[in-house]
């Protein structure tokens, strides 16, 4: 075989017929490798794995988003075909640098007939080659579907990190990364070559006005450039690590967690049809209002260069730290752990600039120039030039949802919420830039005339907008958290709010004496266990007088607690249980959660980990609550509206595409019924003792965009459905 290589680069091939490997169980086990280029070789292949009930299957791509044009490049397959044998299989269909595949089409079909057949499938992250399957055209699979890395995070979520590479060291082979890097090695190489970035692209250039900057080589390539011997022996390791890790490391699992585990993964099945189905994007107006976005941050970007009297300045962090604090010899007000050593330093974030502009009232047209240069950018790079970067040239985004809880050093509490990226449509500003005739002045000045139809604002909310034929609902529960706490901790103030139908910012508000501002923060602050420093930086007065503003604070809080006594109890009982049973808790819907430090000598550790419980039982039980609704929702719209379909979760949202051809109202009655009946809350407390708290949730619908949704009212405890269209 004609292997590729590269000036400077030693050709490597790794490929080899079959070898003997020791896992971390001791047994050794014989790989058989197989690199299918021929039909007969092809139709073996399909006539094991057909036979075999247990298999694992992963893809190579040349990117990771179809909807942008990545296809697969190769398919792999692992079987156990003897005692201690496993045999491996690469079929490679679209590298670009060597010659000799077999045609995809036909190889699409083989794939398809093999996960349509009977018996269980395993991928390791498996929502991503599904997608890439379905954009073959593979979009049936019968197989009953597992993913390891779910099983990983099931069985214990505390894992420093849910890669299939890092499981594998720990738990099969201690150089399961070995490929994967001289893989990395050959791509890098590639990449300087062709004078492109590798995997992260430059940052947005604030001066220039186009600014979506040349794509990677990894979204541009993906491994399509690579070798094929040394990315098939690579995509043959990673499907053998899945086989071995599904079958014998996590074994036990689906047995241990059922509930948890089955929800997980069809939950996986939901978030794959949400991200092929995507969102509609108005690219005319993200385009218009990028270029827009992009005058603002070089006129504020401007401005900050003139009020320091340097016209190269770039104010990022390190620029501004040093300028502040070296140059103006400022006092920091705050300190922060960051940069690359995780060292303290002394911190330039948006509360420490609000603090010294009120200290250092000199500088204050600096930090306001700051201030909204960071806004500016915000608008520009993460929504206008994100959106427009991910944007399919059909309509519509396609954002990937992480299932999994994303670790970091900060120690943030697992909760299985879903997030999303590329781009992340979860955490879209409520904060339009309203286009007063100052900021309409500035744009003119720098792109000229604008002779479209004035707009009142740059808001993001109304870059989404519903397809033709559709009516878009909101569906929101309502405090969900507090409701899930009064549940838990049986609070009498908390419960009678829940069951009467207060408000309980109202009393919080009447019982403290506090605006209502205040008193939905201090409510929101119990569930994440929040100090007095969180409830002052929300507090007027914080950046006058930090300190007095803590102190009162603290007052609030104490005085909270006193008013809400079940809360602490709850807090100290739910510890001593946790010790009691091992630093462990099973929560309501099944999912374990573990947290060593709550047993720590350390108090200001155990502490820590008293509010991280709290979060996780309380965030984590309502994340669970959500996903379940998911499923019973689309259950509901499969059977009922099949044009119909659950098209975005948005925290404590799920946000509902109805076709306006079928009932949609009576269909929109039973989904907000499916999402309150909820009897195992609203009954009884926890194991049945107590009082319940009913689940409620709000409505809003639109047909035009985001920004322009309006409420459903609500009156006797029935929605007003006449309303509607």
């Known amino acids: 075989m004609q292997q590729a290589s590269l000036p400077g680069f030693e050709p490597l091939s790794c490929w080899v017929d079959e070898e003997v490997v020791v896992p971390v169980s001791g047994r050794p086990l014989r790989l058989k490798y197989v690199l299918v280029k021929s039909v007969a070789q092809l139709d073996t292949m399909e006539a094991v794995l057909v036979a075999t009930r247990d298999i694992t299957h992963d893809t190579e791509t040349s990117g990771l988003v179809p909807a942008l044009g990545a296809r697969v490049i190769g398919h792999a397959f692992a079987a156990q ?62 197989r009953e579907r597992h993913d390891v890395l779910v099983l990983a995070n099931a069985e214990n979520e505390n894992e420093p990190s849910f890669g299939l590479k890092g499981l594998a060291v720990r738990h099969c082979l201690a150089g399961a990364k070995d490929d994967e890097e001289a893989l990395d090695k050959w791509m890098k190489t590639d990449a300087r070559g062709l004078g492109l970035k590798f995997k992260k692209r430059a940052k947005v250039d604030l001066e220039a006005v186009e600014t979506l900057g040349e794509p990677t080589y990894l979204e541009r390539f993906g491994y399509a450039r690579t070798p094929i011997e040394m ?149 520009h790079t993460t929504y206008a030039v994100n959106f427009l970067r991910y944007y399919d040239g059909a309509g519509r985004i396609h954002p990937s949802y992480n299932q999994l809880d994303a670790r970091d050093e900060r120690g943030t509490p697992v909760t299985g919420r879903l997030s999303s990226q ?21 744009i003119v000045a720098l792109l000229g005339a604008r002779d479209e139809a004035p707009l009142a604002e740059i808001n993001v909310r109304r870059y989404f907008g519903v397809p033709k034929g559709y009516v878009r609902f909101y569906i929101d529960f309502s405090q969900i958290e507090l409701r899930v706490l009064a549940w838990f901790c049986q609070d009498p103030n908390l419960l009678r709010a829940y069951r009467e139908n207060l408000d309980v910012h109202q009393m919080t508000m009447d019982m403290l004496s506090l605006a209502r501002p205040i008193a939905k923060q201090v409510n929101f602050l119990t569930i994440y266990g929040g100090t007095e420093n969180a409830l002052a930086l929300r507090m007027p007065g914080y950046f006058k007088d930090p300190d007095g503003t803590r102190a009162e604070a603290k007052r609030i809080l104490d005085a909270f607690f006193t008013k809400y006594t079940g809360i602490k109890l709850f807090e100290a009982r739910f510890a001593a249980e946790m010790r009691r ?39 984590g039980t309502a994340a669970d609550l959500m996903k379940e609704c998911m499923l019973r929702t689309r259950d509901i719209l499969r059977e009922r509206s099949p044009r119909s379909y659950l098209a975005q979760s948005v925290h404590d949202e799920l946000v509902f595409d109805l076709w306006a051809g079928d009932d949609y109202r009576g269909l929109l009655g039973t ?41 459903v009212e609500r009156r006797d405890g029935a929605f007003d459905f006449s309303t509607i269209g």
């Open 581 to 619: 049973n091992h630093n462990e808790f099973l929560s309501p819907f099944g999912r374990p959660r573990r947290i060593p430090e709550i047993s720590s000598p350390q108090k200001w550790e155990r502490q820590a980990a008293q509010r991280k419980m709290m979060s996780s039982i309380i965030s």
């Open 81 to 142: 075909t003897g005692p201690a044998e496993i045999s491996l299989w690469y079929i490679p269909i679209r590298h670009l640098l060597e010659e000799g595949q077999l045609d995809a089409g036909m190889v699409s079909q083989v794939v398809a007939r093999v996960l349509a057949a009977q018996g269980r499938c395993g991928w390791a992250h498996g929502k991503f080659d599904w997608g890439m399957c379905r954009a073959d055209g593979i979009d049936t699979i019968a």
């Open 422 to 442: 590329a781009p992340n449509v979860q955490n879209i500003t409520r904060d339009p830039i309203k286009l007063t005739d100052e900021i309409i002045a500035i």
């Open 671 to 711: 989904l907000i019924e499916s999402m309150e009946s909820w009897p195992m809350f609203s009954d009884a407390g926890p194991s049945g003792l107590g009082q319940g708290v009913p689940i409620q949730v709000s409505c809003a619908w639109t047909t035009t965009t985001w920004a322009d949704k309006k409420e």
């Open 231 to 379: 990315c098939g022996r690579y995509a043959c390791r990673d499907v053998f690590y899945t086989l071995y890790l599904w079958l014998i490391h996590y074994a036990a699992v689906p047995n241990t967690f059922p509930r948890l585990y089955q929800r997980e993964m069809r939950v996986a099945e939901c978030l794959h049809d949400m991200e092929w189905t995507g969102l509609p994007l108005d690219e005319a107006l993200v385009r218009k209002t990028h270029d827009w976005t992009s005058a603002l941050v070089r006129h504020w970007l401007g401005e900050v260069r003139r009020l320091v009297g340097d016209n190269e300045f770039l104010p990022t962090d390190a620029a501004v730290r040093k300028l502040l604090y070296e140059d103006y010899k400022l006092t920091a007000p705050k300190w922060t752990k960051g940069g690359a050593s995780k060292t303290k330093q002394t911190s330039v974030d948006r509360e420490a600039r609000k603090l010294l502009s009120v200290q250092h009232p000199e500088h204050a047209p600096l930090f306001d120039a700051l201030e909204n240069l960071a806004k500016a950018s915000k608008y």
